[in-house]
């Protein structure tokens, strides 16, 4: 790690820093393009270090990777029109970690940011998923950008705590559990890598330097919310305990007809468990929480209140208010699904979630930030949000 950290010091001083942001830009771009040529290895390679279905890989991961370098070598040299009145300049060494359950994507939301900004940068990927990012690392290289650039270094705790620690980091940016999250947040308390901001997505956190700043609101009122794993459904008034068994059976019916088998299948839709660490973590569930299942709890059992990276489940709900608490504690993303654009609306102006889709669900775009709320994150990721992180403005 310290010979990582010198690295990138190195190339920042020396090369990255004193380029025209114009040339900066044609590297990056050139990532891009190396990434589409290689999408094909790169989506096998991860689904078979990380267990995701093949079609998720090559359908959204890759594409996306490669759209947010696309997206941000248009910036590099316009950071000044992308903050009018302000004096843009990098922040030096940029110390990155990563979590497991996107491992490409995440790199590539941390690193193409940081690249235009004029930052070098050392990531570190998750201890169970670090293929992608090594196979990023040689794509990288051949696409000749300056030694000490990018560097990338494995491990785990002890590896990130490192990186963290290291006085020649000038800032840090983390995606991971809530726990390490803050643990962070104390180690570089004073330290001038300045403040973290945290962002849960999928069971992860985000630091990130600037202060958080709230996205909109919204609230439960009628149809249905599902933040990622879990579902609070509101019965209409009229017949609504016929209208609500009839939607869990359905529900349960979907369950039941996902394919779950080997992650290169193209016909998978449920890959495999990450590591033995995630299993043993499902193991602690009620039984058969790691297969595709839909069962009714209430708020306060414990599968109801824990972030979950499980199938869905339902939590039935029959008032508006009572939905919008139950699902206040799911901050970091949230769906609503509703057969009117008002209700849209109304119901995203009170529900406290960093983002909220109507009628769809995981649909991401460099351009629009993407964060959490609360403990679930501080800042964003994406967007001219995703640049501020990796600028001093003054």
């Given at each position: 790690?310290?010979?990582?950290?010198?690295?990138?010091?190195?190339?920042y001083?020396?090369?990255?820093?004193?380029?025209?942001?114009?040339?900066?830009?044609?590297?990056?771009?050139?990532?891009?393009?190396?990434?589409?040529?290689?999408?094909?290895?790169?989506?096998?390679?991860?689904?078979?270090?990380?267990?995701?279905?093949?079609?998720?890989?090559?359908?959204?991961?890759?594409p996306?990777?490669?759209?947010?370098f696309?997206?941000?070598?248009?910036?590099?040299?316009?950071?000044?029109?992308?903050?009018?009145?302000?004096?843009?300049?990098?922040?030096?060494?940029?110390?990155?970690?990563?979590?497991?359950n996107?491992?490409?994507?995440?790199?590539?939301?941390?690193?193409?940011p940081?690249?235009?900004?004029?930052?070098?940068?050392?990531?570190?990927?998750a201890?169970?998923?670090?293929?992608?990012?090594?196979?990023?690392?040689?794509?990288?290289?051949?696409?000749?950008?300056?030694?000490g650039?990018?560097?990338?270094?494995?491990?785990?705790?002890?590896?990130?705590?490192?990186?963290?620690?290291?006085?020649?980091?000038?800032?840090?940016?983390?995606?991971?559990?809530?726990?390490?999250?803050?643990l962070?947040?104390?180690?570089?308390?004073?330290?001038?890598?300045g403040?973290?901001?945290?962002?849960?997505?999928?069971?992860?956190?985000?630091?990130?330097?600037?202060?958080h700043?709230?996205?909109?609101?919204?609230?439960?009122q009628?149809?249905?919310?599902?933040?990622?794993?879990?579902?609070?459904?509101?019965?209409?008034?009229?017949r609504?305990?016929?209208r609500?068994?009839?939607?869990?059976?359905?529900?349960?019916?979907?369950?039941?007809s996902?394919?779950?088998?080997?992650?290169?299948?193209?016909?998978t839709?449920?890959?495999?468990?990450n590591?033995?660490?995630?299993?043993?973590?499902?193991?602690?569930l009620?039984?058969?929480?790691?297969?595709?299942?839909?069962?009714?709890?209430?708020?306060?059992?414990?599968?109801?209140?824990?972030?979950?990276?499980?199938?869905?489940?339902?939590?039935p709900?029959?008032?508006a208010?009572?939905?919008?608490?139950?699902?206040?504690?799911l901050?970091?993303?949230?769906?609503?699904?509703?057969?009117?654009?008002s209700k849209?609306?109304n119901?995203t102006?009170?529900?406290?979630?960093?983002?909220?889709?109507?009628?769809?669900?995981?649909?991401?775009?460099?351009?629009?930030?993407?964060g959490?709320?609360?403990?679930?994150?501080?800042?964003?990721?994406?967007?001219?949000?995703?640049?501020s992180?990796?600028?001093?403005?003054?």
């Open positions: 790690m310290d010979a990582a950290v010198k690295a990138a010091r190195k190339a001083d020396n090369v990255w820093s004193r380029m025209p942001a114009a040339e900066r830009a044609k590297y990056i771009y050139r990532i891009a393009r190396l990434l589409q040529e290689k999408a094909r290895q790169f989506a096998v390679v991860e689904s078979m270090d990380g267990g995701k279905a093949i079609r998720e890989s090559r359908d959204v991961d890759v996306l990777a490669a759209a947010h696309f997206y941000y070598a248009g910036w590099a040299d316009k950071l000044g029109y992308a903050f009018p009145g302000k004096t843009p300049s990098a922040l030096g060494v940029a110390g990155q970690i990563i979590p497991w996107f491992p490409l994507l995440m790199a590539a939301w941390k690193i193409a940081a690249l235009a900004c004029g930052n070098t940068v050392v990531l570190k990927p201890e169970t998923t670090p293929l992608t990012s090594l196979l990023l690392a040689e794509l990288i290289q051949e696409a000749e950008l300056p030694d650039v990018v560097n990338i270094v494995n491990g785990a705790g002890a590896t990130g705590a490192a990186l963290v620690n290291h006085p020649g980091i000038d800032k840090i940016a983390f995606t991971g559990s809530t726990g390490v999250g803050k962070i947040q104390k180690r570089i308390a004073g330290t001038g890598k403040h973290p901001r945290t962002r849960r997505q999928s069971g992860q956190h985000h630091l990130r330097r600037r202060r700043r709230p996205g909109r609101r919204g609230h439960h009628r149809h249905l919310l599902q933040p990622g794993s879990r579902v609070l459904r509101r019965p209409p008034p009229l609504g305990g016929r609500a068994r009839r939607g869990h059976r359905k529900l349960k019916h979907r369950m039941r996902l394919v779950v088998g080997d992650p290169l299948d193209k016909n839709d449920i890959g495999a468990i590591s033995k660490e995630q299993l043993r973590h499902h193991q602690q009620p039984p058969r929480w790691a297969w595709p299942t839909a069962r009714r709890c209430t708020s306060r059992m414990r599968a109801a209140q824990q972030r979950l990276l499980v199938p869905p489940h339902a939590l709900q029959r008032g208010e009572r939905a919008h608490r139950a699902g206040g504690d901050r970091p993303r949230a769906r609503v699904w509703t057969d009117k654009g849209i609306f119901l102006s009170k529900l406290r979630a960093g983002v909220i889709w109507a009628n769809t669900y995981n649909k991401f775009d460099p351009t629009s930030p993407f959490g709320y609360k403990e679930s994150g501080y800042g964003r990721e994406g967007g001219l949000h995703g640049l992180a990796y600028l001093n403005l003054n």
